[in-house]
């Protein structure tokens, strides 16, 4: 369970390396993020509270790999101080039990993450989905119904998954105006395919009508429930 103290949840702890070998940017220190919360539990693994599965239990370990958002599940949401344009990106997340998080290219193209393990009938709102735009003024209703995943690869609640994204950047001419949408080439979501070849048009939600960027920040959603992260990297093309 989470201890009552949350000094330990900001403690230093060892860090994993900068890079390998082979190009992959680990994005595990705290310090590769414009703002890293001190409410985040840096733990050594995470489970469903068995008391009330909607929230997650961890206990802080100097030297975890795992983070946790807090015992409330919400915190600010992580976005990179480097910007990116085309790249790989690999995640690791567990979610509690009706929770939603999501992963952000340019912190304003979100791939989906929400607890729909099982459901048939599949829009972009659900797990793995290219989110709808939505108006903000009007209640956050749906403009469209975004990207579907192929299929449902959703795990349950409190088990660890997977998202790897090839992503690439919208592009632009000389004189500043796009000449190609965003892209995803392939995500995969648990092993299974869930996007090929993918025109992302705008950005996806409230932020639709934002100008677009050829970079920007990777974000992870951390402040509509309780979710944890762990391995996660990015892999700037070449």
């Known amino acids: 369970m989470f201890l ?3 000094f ?4 230093a702890i060892d860090p994993p390396p900068r890079e390998t070998a082979d190009g992959w940017l680990i994005l595990m220190h705290p310090d590769d993020w414009q703002r890293f919360d001190p409410g985040w539990v840096i733990a050594g693994d995470v489970t469903l509270d068995p008391d009330k599965p909607t929230r997650l239990a961890a ?11 807090g015992p409330r599940g919400r915190l600010p949401d ?11 990106v690999h995640v690791e997340f567990l979610i509690a039990k009706n929770s939603n998080s999501g992963v952000k290219f340019h912190g304003v193209y979100e791939i989906q993450i929400i607890d729909t393990a099982g459901k048939k009938e599949l829009f972009g709102g659900d ?17 469209d119904q975004g990207v579907p995943p192929k299929v449902n690869a959703a795990r349950p609640a409190g088990e660890w998954q997977t ?12 004189d500043g105006k796009k000449t190609a949408g965003a892209r995803i080439v392939k995500a995969t979501m648990n092993g299974q395919v869930i996007h090929e070849d993918v025109e992302v048009k705008t950005p996806t939600g409230g932020n639709w009508d934002k100008p677009e ?9 951390c402040d509509h429930g309780p979710v944890a992260f762990r391995n996660v990297r990015i892999k700037p093309a070449k």
């Open 8 to 11: 330990l949840a900001a403690v």
């Open 127 to 143: 797990s793995g989905g290219v989110y709808p735009r939505a108006d903000v003024a009007k209640g956050y209703g749906y403009l």
């Open 163 to 174: 998202l790897d994204v090839v992503w690439k950047s919208p592009r632009f001419g000389p």
């Open 4 to 6: 009552a103290a949350f």
């Open 59 to 69: 206990e802080p370990v100097k030297d975890g790999g795992v983070w946790v958002n």
């Open 213 to 221: 960027t050829p970079t920007g920040p990777l974000m992870l959603q």
């Open 78 to 88: 992580l976005y990179t101080k480097q910007k990116f344009g085309d790249c790989e």
